[in-house]
């Protein structure tokens, strides 16, 4: 195994940096012990200048290095993160809470960076320090350094056992804290529906109580924390005596000559402080050291998730696209199988309408055409390849749901992105050729209308007209509508499905319905029932039959 | 942000709690003495025991123990000090972290809506959250820096003491050390402004584009993503690195500093040590105080390097605690308890017991009448009485007992669905004992038969008998466990619960079968309440005692079903399908062809 050079260097540096730090007693000792003569002190002060300039210089280098190379990681960690969200297979992504994915690429990474910046380079030169502390106390007198090292080994076993004391109430108030983000954000975001029920106090109380609670639990982290800054006092402390008195002591107990000089029982003296105070960054900064690497490993298994992109797999045709699904069957997690053995075929360039109670399995359908679920067993195939040996279809194959969700910025911008080489006249000729132009300049700005975050600004109806141009924008060769047009008033409703079937003609679209239109208007309808298709036909010989599909028209006629 | 009023809200802070204050400010002063008498200890022994012995005379052994003594002492006042000011000091910041949180959270509930639409929900939970701590944060080093002022000037006033040369270079090292540190901070204030800005933009576009995953796969945009984020991590790495920049040369330079003026000191005292002007005990206690002094200075460099961030998360906490849009109320009550009659500026009149059906084409306005009527936002020019009373002279409280609404995202809070649909109890009938006051903060607890009677009404109570807890089932946040059918129907029993006397549905049945729409509508019809709604079903507007059209933001027509039906925007729109259905005909037939 090869060391990386960039390794080397930064082992180099960081040896330089520990050793400067460590010329100032030698240099005291030196003088000190010289009696002070003039001819010793000039070439001693000398030395520890030099030394003082090298270990400035080489922690500055250090710095640097290591931070352009921990920051140039953490961008492409943050890259590579982002784009296996989105080519990790969906049921995964939709079974990770967004926040959860959110803080694997800025908040768990942000904190490498506040760690290298708040004493994370120190931490290398400590141990530097600390190591040839260590070594120079052992040669200066290696019966004065023993006790030392005692000392400090008993010290250091004491911090780290208080150090994972300190990590579990830490980690309990992280919880407390995220806990209490979530009660903040879900008044946020209840803002109407608490002030229209007027359960302020309600809230409040809850409020109250998530505060106290990450308060409390912060609290608690206090004793073990500042008893372990106070305990590097005390070994520093008995460090001291033993090194002053022990040292005097010791080099008198023999016969004939002290075996120790002043100078050097002084210079022991200020190398034990350049030994334990070290000691103790390393030790508390071994905390944060371990949160920046848990952040670095959170950020990196992201990365790591296994892409669900076929690389080399199979292009789907050109034309439109032909469903085939063979004994398909699904359920989520564990949960109870919500489809049972659907076979069914859709011929290319045909228009079929699902319709069924709600949880009769028509969405869980649209998921697996989709890959947003994978079947928990049968095939799938699009034009005859199976699901999962297909390239990615984006842009061909395209689900429209009840709640598109649209990206901060203008209408025409969320419609652009559903093919971004078109022109900004061809997004607005969009619009025209769904007959949403009367509604497009009837906005404040026109087309250039903020949305708003996630599209809060528009009403649910407008969000669905807009996903809807951005679909119609997108061309697709199979389209999936789940309930697309639910908000939308039936005059628009009938004026927009009509242009669609003009704009999908030729294609292959499959529609969840809830409306009586779309299933006559479609060349077959599927009825689903507990999770089988129970019939399938055309609108007028199914509406013709006994059977459910019919006490649904019976519902529609009524209603 | 100046310092002052950091400062100035620092203090204010400890001085609200001033027992764990007061601990930390004598025990952190404590402890800045003994660091020089630590250094006064440790000279005292060298002088006393460690030269006289080692240069063979005898030394009694009172000096051992009084020098033993002498260095343990010292040492065990400080390192309680050390414990009893940090845990003073953690108290004073996470209570008035705490205190400020509360303010914060508890004005975002009295804050009128229109104040939440301009801002985002992440932004205002970072005002709650990391602001506040960014507010509070110096705190942890305030009465340290306190104890190390203290510890500054007795060290000081000590080496002019021993001489006035040591002094001037103890000064001198003080004074570069500030200056330096305060030439750090203006370098590196606009740099963590910086980098806390690309910090937020990198969140918030990993945010959209994560929530976005199913569009960006559907529609192929991983790259157009790919660029747009890693436009802004770029960004963000340069804010890094122009911190960095900074950081990876000032560091060093505050660390050695010290280390260079004992280097200094020793150079200029040797000659005067060698001619006995200074004993070699002064010396060592003078550079053991030197090096024990770039504690201080860094404690205290740090506390004035987290004032500018402090005071920026001052400001946007300031922004919250000190906005005005808080809705005002009146003292007048609603007597009765019968259906309301409402009756609104814009000439749209809701007789009592009556079912009233708002129609419109997207965008048309229906969503602002309905809150205008229901009296939930009624804006400046325009007004609303409820049985006669003008909305704005009801007392607080009085609308949410009274007025009852399902908009059109159904929202669920993260609990049981017993929770859901009890908040805090009935809301306009008071607790019956005290047992009651304690659970329901002073509301009627509803009991069982109330809740099943509301869920059935809104055809819920399948749902909730499905759910493997029943009603105490957990639901997720904002009630993401549930589809969308379901949490319409619990928001809508969650508003019959409630009895109100005026009930608002904002396309509230959207997600629902229609036989299960229509079955839920006719109950709600005959349930007496004064109703008001807006649909996008055509089939609604059969249980409609009137009909409203909005045009445009305005109220175009107001009638019965049959006389709206002259009217051709109305006719357009409620028979839309029927006609549609002849157009499709048509249009299968030419694909027949």
Known sequence: MTVPSWLVKVLILALLAGAGRIIAPLT?????????????????????????????VSSMLLNRGLQ????????????????????????????????????????????????????????????AQLLIAGVIMSVYSWQLALPVLLIAGLLLAGMYLMQRLIGRRFARARQDLSGLQRVVAESVAGA?????????????????????????????????????????????????????????WWALAGDGAPRLTSGQVVAMVFLVTFFVRPLQFLVQSLGEAQNALAGWRRAKQLVETPSAEVTDGVALPPGPVAVRVEQASARYGDGPPVLHQVTVTIEAGEHVAIVGRTGSGKSTFAKLLTRRLDPSSGTILLSGV??????????????????????????SGNVHRGDLSRTGDEVLRVFDDLGLRDWLHALPDGPDTEVGLRGERLSAGERQLVGLARTALADPDLVIFDEATSGIDPATDVAVQAALATLTRGRTTIAIAHRMITAENADRVLVFDAGRIVQSGPHHVLAGQEGPYRKLVEAWNRS | MK????????LRGARAHPGPASVATVTGLLNGATMVAGAAAVGWATDHVVIPALSGERVPPGDWWLSTLFVLGVSAVRWSTIFVRGVATGRVQYRAQ????????????????????????????????????????????AFFACGMVFMLLLALTELFLRDVSLGLAGLALVVSVFTLTAVYQRLLTPRAREMQEARGLVAAVAHESIEAGPVVRSLGLIDAEDARFTANVQRLKRADMRMAAVSSVFDPLLELLPTATVLLVLAVSAPRVASGELSVGDLVGVIYLLITVSIPLNVISRFLSMLPMSGAGLERVRSVLDSTEVTAYGTADLPGDGPLRVATSTGLTLEPGTVTVVVGRVGSGKT????????????????????????????????????????????????????????????????????????????????EGEIWGALELAAADEVVRELPGGLDTVVGERGATLSGGQRQRLCIARALLRRPRLL????????????????????????????????????????????VLVEAGRIAATGSHEELMEIDEYRRLITAYEHGQEAAGDDRTQLAR
Request: charge should be neutral.
């Open chain 1, 192 to 248: 109407a529906v608490i002030r229209s029920t007027g359960t302020q106090d309600r809230m409040r109380a809850k409020l109250d109580t998530a505060v106290d609670r990450a308060r409390d639990s912060l609290i608690r982290t206090l004793p073990p924390l500042h008893g372990n800054a106070s305990s590097g006092e005390i070994a520093i402390a008995t460090m001291t005596v033993t090194v002053l008195l022990g040292g005097v």
């Open chain 1, 28 to 56: 005291v000792q030196r003088v000190i012990d010289s009696g002070l003569a003039t001819h010793t002190v000039g070439p001693a002060i000398t030395v520890g200048a030099a030394a003082v300039l090298v270990a400035g």
């Open chain 1, 68 to 127: 352009e190379r921990a920051e140039t990681t953490v961008a492409g960690l943050r890259r590579a993160g982002l784009r296996r969200v989105h080519e990790m297979a969906a049921s995964r992504a939709d079974r990770t809470p967004a926040a959860d994915l959110v803080s694997r690429l800025t908040s768990d990474l942000d904190q490498m960076t506040t760690f290298l910046q708040g004493g994370g380079i120190q931490l290398v030169t400590s141990t």
């Open chain 1, 386 to 411: 199976p699901l999962d040996r297909l390239a990615p279809t984006a842009g061909r194959v395209v689900i429209l749901p009840q709640d598109p969700f649209l990206f901060e910025g203008t209408v």
């Open chain 2, 368 to 447: 602002t009448l309905l809150e205008l009527a229901g009296g939930q936002r009624v804006p400046a020019g325009r007004t609303v009485c409820f049985d006669g009373v003008d909305v704005r002279y009801l007392a607080r409280g009085v609308v949410a007992a009274n007025v009852a609404v399902v908009s059109q995202d159904p929202f669920l809070f993260a609990e049981s669905i017993r929770a859901n649909l009890e908040l805090s109890g009935h809301p306009s009938a008071e607790a019956r004992d005290t047992a009651e006051v304690e659970e329901a903060a002073g509301r009627r607890p509803y009991d």
């Open chain 2, 3 to 10: 310092r002052g009023p950091t400062l100035l809200a620092l």
């Open chain 2, 504 to 547: 608002l549905l904002d396309d509230a049945t959207s997600a629902l079968d229609s036989r299960v729409e229509r079955e839920v509508l006719g109950r709600i019809r005959d349930s007496g309440r004064t109703v008001l709604m807006t649909t996008n079903r055509p089939a609604a507007v059969a249980i409609a005692d009137r009909v």
């Open chain 2, 98 to 141: 705490a205190d400020t949180r509360r303010a914060v959270a508890h004005r975002y509930l009295e804050l009128d809506l229109p104040w939440f639409r301009h801002r985002s929900p992440g932004r205002l939970l970072a005002h709650a959250i990391s602001d506040v701590d960014a507010q509070w944060s110096p705190m942890q080093f």
